[in-house]
């Protein structure tokens, strides 16, 4: 029986990673949702139209956030830079969400505040009248 000497085979493994997908894929749209949040600072603030466009673009970002959940490795020891923007650019978001529903309420608590005074004056003056 003769022995041959194991043969060392090399083989050549290339892995090239694909940054424009995930540009395209998660990058730019969640760059077009930003801007489309702080475009609807120029929505009229009529019958709660801003705050339901803002919820709507809030909801898009979470589904964006979803599927990059699906993507994106399980296991990793740190978590990717990718996220960490999805994430900043949803509190942000969220901000400008809390920012809105509290413009609302002051604008109605002033609307109504000068509501009732423009009424307790039209009464004042009407018994003004009356007692002359």
Known sequence: MSRTAPQNKSQKVTIKRRPLLHVINFLLPILFFLSLDLASFFISDHR??????KVTVLLAISVLLLI???????????TPLIATYCIVIFALMLLS???TILVTYLIEKDELGSQENWES???NTKTKNYDK
Do not use: D, Q, T
């Not at 990059?68 to 740190?78: G, H, Q, V």
């Open 48 to 53: 709660g139209e801003k705050l339901g466009f």
């Open 68 to 78: 990059l959940n699906e993507i994106l490795p399980a296991m990793s020891n740190r």
């Open 97 to 99: 969400l809390l920012e």
């Open 121 to 123: 004056k039209r009464k």
